[in-house]
C-alpha cells in the first residue's frame, strides 16, 4: 500500500518568514495531493490542493509543489502570520485504491510573533 | 449550516462499556468516512462507506462497527471498550471514491477509564 512520509514533524518559524513542509510517497498510481491544515479542537481542513497533471499551484500565500518522477511534493507558506499555527497534514490519493487517502504524520508549525 | 456534524464532541465511558458515536453530513456527498486519530496525532482511515456500501475497512477490530442508514448518514458504533480505543474519531465525507477532498467534522474526543 501507499506509504507517505512528512517532515519535519515539527516546525517554528518568525512571523513573516517563510515555512516549507515536505512529503515524499511511495505508490507511483498516486494522482491526487491535498494539504490540510488543522487548528487546535477542530478537524482537518483542506487548505491546497494539487493533481499529477500539474507542477506546481499557489493560491495567496500558500503553493505546492509536485515532484512526480521524485515522487515527492511540498507545501510552502510565505509571510507567515501568527494563526498559521496548526498542525498539517499532507495526503496521497491512489487512483488504484478507490476511496483512500493516506496521510503523513503531521508537522506542528508554530509562528513566533 | 454544518457541513459535517458529529455527536457528541466528547466521551468519557469505562472499560467494557458500548457506545456510539454519530455522524451526519449535508452536503450531499456519496462518500462518508471515519477516521482516528491518536494522541501523537496520527491520522487513520478506519472505514469509507459509498453510498450506503462499505468499501474500505481498514484491520479495525470487529468491535468496531459502522452503519451507514442512508448516504447522509454513518454512525460508529463500538463495542467493550479498550483503553487503546481512547482517542479522537473524526467523521469526513467526500464527492466521490477517488481524488476529492474530505470534509470533517469537529471530531469526537473519546476518553476510555
Known amino acids: 500500500g501507499e506509504n507517505v512520509e512528512q517532515h519535519p514533524s515539527t516546525l517554528s518559524v518568525q512571523e513573516g518568514d517563510s515555512a516549507v513542509i515536505k512529503c515524499t510517497y511511495s505508490?507511483?498510481?498516486?494522482?491526487?495531493f491535498p494539504w490540510y491544515k488543522q487548528e487546535l479542537g477542530k478537524g482537518p481542513q483542506l487548505i491546497i490542493d494539487?493533481?499529477?497533471?500539474?507542477g506546481e499551484k499557489k493560491d495567496q500565500r500558500i503553493a505546492v509543489t509536485l515532484n512526480k518522477t521524485a515522487k515527492h511534493f511540498s507545501l510552502h507558506i510565505t509571510e507567515t502570520q501568527p494563526e498559521d499555527s496548526a498542525v498539517y497534514f499532507c495526503a496521497a490519493s491512489p487512483n488504484t485504491n478507490a476511496g483512500k487517502s493516506t496521510f503523513g504524520d503531521g508537522t506542528t508549525l508554530t509562528v513566533k510573533p | 449550516d454544518t457541513a459535517v456534524s458529529q455527536t457528541p464532541k466528547y466521551l468519557v465511558t469505562q472499560m467494557g462499556n458500548d457506545k456510539s458515536i454519530k455522524c451526519e453530513q449535508n452536503?450531499?456527498?456519496?462518500?462518508m468516512y471515519w477516521y482516528k486519530q491518536d494522541s501523537k496525532k496520527f491520522l487513520k482511515i478506519m472505514f469509507s462507506?459509498?453510498?450506503?456500501?462499505?468499501?474500505i475497512n481498514e484491520t479495525v477490530p470487529n468491535r468496531f462497527s459502522p452503519k451507514s442508514p442512508d448516504k447522509a448518514h454513518l454512525n460508529l458504533h463500538i463495542n467493550s471498550l479498550e483503553l487503546g480505543d481512547s482517542a479522537v474519531y473524526f467523521c469526513?465525507?467526500?464527492?466521490?471514491?477517488?481524488?476529492?477532498?474530505?470534509?470533517f467534522g469537529q471530531g469526537t474526543r473519546l476518553t476510555v477509564v
Open positions: 452536503l450531499g456527498h456519496d462518500t
Open positions: 469526513a465525507s467526500g464527492k466521490g471514491l477517488r481524488d476529492t477532498e474530505a470534509f
Open positions: 505508490d507511483s498510481a498516486s494522482n491526487y
Open positions: 462507506y459509498n453510498n450506503k456500501e462499505l468499501i
Open positions: 494539487i493533481r499529477s497533471n500539474v
